[in-house]
């Protein structure tokens, strides 16, 4: 599936160079996206993480695994309902040069510290779900605030990721 959203990709900018337009890439479809995120994770130790098609991922050790992915430096959303035991954000920005880096954090949305983040200067993230609304924060400001917490559990292309 990776490869044919590649292709895919490739053909789209294709398609743009020959009609002379620029428009928006799609980003990676969350079941190849939550997918690579497992194969890090079992390759980090935890063989039971699979995909639930519910939600994102699940492990018998842990339980929800809650996973972000992100192609570009616009802002993370949350669903403001969500839960998770831990919570996965796989960094592509780079994945047209086929590099990820995958990062963990053990902070539950439940957590007082993932409900203190800083969402604006004048919200927190329980701010803004308490208001039903859908928390946004770039990686750029949500890694500092949670950067004690989190563990880069992979890097590398695609094959490094996913071979076992």
């Known amino acids: 599936m990776y490869d044919t959203h590649m292709a895919y990709v490739k053909s789209r900018i294709e398609s743009g160079k020959r009609l002379q337009i620029r428009f928006r890439l799609p980003c990676i479809p969350e079941d190849i996206s939550e997918n690579i995120i497992k194969f890090a994770i079992h390759r980090h130790g935890d063989t039971t993480s699979r995909w639930d098609c519910k939600g ?29 035991d831990e919570i996965y954000f796989m960094d592509a920005r780079k994945w047209w040069e086929n590099h990820f880096v995958i990062w963990k ?3 539950r949305r439940t957590s007082d ?4 983040l800083r969402m604006t200067a004048t919200h927190t993230f329980e701010d803004q779900r308490l208001q039903g609304r859908r928390p946004h924060l770039t990686w750029k400001a949500l890694y500092p605030q949670i950067q004690d917490h989190c563990e ?10 996913i071979a076992m």
């Open 56 to 84: 994102d991922l699940v492990s018998a050790k842990i339980g929800k695994q809650e996973c972000k992915c992100f192609t570009s430096d616009g802002p993370l959303s949350f669903t403001p309902s969500s839960e998770w």
């Open 113 to 116: 510290e993932w409900k203190q």
């Open 152 to 161: 880069k559990i992979a890097e590398g292309t695609f094959e490094d990721i």
């Open 105 to 107: 954090s053990t902070l």
